[in-house]
């Protein structure tokens, strides 16, 4: 134990969209830039319910795979204006969305490269800590095989619910579909970080 | 390129559990597979900063709406954002945001019978100084019934958004008042295994920042994870 121990986790509660839903945070970039896609999804609970008060953030490397971040050591290009932050709160029905674009491949540890993929914290009422999942790309075969996070699941169902699924496309925008399973026979791939 | 250095880890008595019985949302919110361990890449030690001066200036001010105050006791919350190390979090955004003086959240669903207050919506923002430091004006919120269990009523609390310097230092809290009589029947409070990290979500009373004639003070400092000390072996 540090001489400074962590502030602990509360759960969000069921208002908080007072203090966090403002603004177009669902939009990582504006729908008409080159390369825009959308990704929907629903969360739900272990009884197959929608969760109509959660909360998805995510964030991202640009499109050549850097971070808007000092310690992202490498020499990839930063994009202007690109800053790779999102977040969406659940409507009535559990569903959220995000408009991005997909991220470059991230160097891993151990000279590996990373499949695409997002970094997702979900927070709802009555989950006293976020839980943090990982959003990849159905139409990144190759690389996901080559992806280590991914790789270090065994389960082939388990690895599944990390991949977003390429849907038919809207007005012209790529579609990717992520639902995300807090419990129950489908429940999402999480992460201790 | 030399391999990341990661964040160390939370010890496991520090955080509430994601099943915690007595808060009965927990029940069918909480994963029963155990979390997949990953070391730390980029994506981890990265994240949002938010220096950038979003804001608007009178975001750390609730206490007045459209140059009208709120009713209730005003207070002051401020403190400081350090690491387990100490070191001050410059410049990270911090989000707030709470019920009125008589227990009543601005929010639709929120059918609490108490007046809401036309002057109050309860929201907040602030950026951290150089030196980790943050100030908030607001009115001290009130408690309220919630539906978990008979007689349920909330510690009065304000509920604090915070993000660090990483993706893995992202952190949602709520922070309470010094010797309220609810603690003791609270389960979220209570959801928190460790004594110390629970009385660390207390603010405390601090006299030298109130203001005379206008405002009580009380302090609450937040810490979030440290770096490790070496880079990660594989
Ligand atoms: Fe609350």
Known sequence: MSEFGITASQTVGPFLKIGLAQGDQEYVVAENVKGALRIDGHVYDGQGQPVPDAMIEIWQANIYGKYDHPDDPTDAELVKSFYGFGRSCTDKNGNFFFVTVKPGRVVGLGNTLQAPHLAVNVFARGMLKQQVTRLYFSDEIQANSEDPVLNSIDDAGVRDTLVASKVNDENGMPCYKFNIHLQGEMETAFFDV | ?234
């Open chain 2, 1 to 234: 390129m030399s391999e990341p250095v990661g964040y160390r880890r939370d010890s496991q008595d520090e955080h509430p559990p994601a099943l915690y019985e007595g808060y009965k949302s927990t029940v069918l919110r909480s994963p029963k597979r155990l979390p997949i361990k990953i070391n730390h890449t980029l994506t981890e030690i990265t994240g949002p900063l938010f220096g950038h001066g979003k804001l608007q200036p009178g975001e750390d001010d609730l206490s007045i709406e459209n140059g009208e105050e709120a009713q209730g006791q005003r207070i002051f919350v401020s403190g400081r954002v350090l690491d387990e190390d100490g070191r001050p979090v410059p410049r990270t955004l911090i989000e707030i945001w709470q019920c009125n003086a008589a227990g009543r959240y601005r929010h639709p669903i929120d059918q609490h019978p108490a007046p809401l207050d036309p002057n109050f919506v309860g929201q907040g923002r602030v950026v951290t100084s150089d030196e980790g430091e943050y100030k908030f004006t607001t009115i001290k919120p009130g408690a309220y019934p919630w539906g978990n269990h008979y007689n349920a009523w909330r510690p009065a609390h304000i509920h604090f958004s915070l993000f660090g310097p990483a993706f893995v230092t992202r952190v949602i809290t709520q922070m309470y008042f010094p010797d309220d009589p609810l603690f003791l029947f609270d389960p979220i409070f209570n959801s928190i295994p460790d004594e110390s990290a629970r009385q660390r979500l207390v603010s405390k009373f601090d006299l030298d920042s109130t203001k005379p004639d206008f405002a009580l003070s009380f302090k609450f400092n937040f810490i979030v994870r440290g770096r490790d000390a070496t880079p990660f072996e594989e």
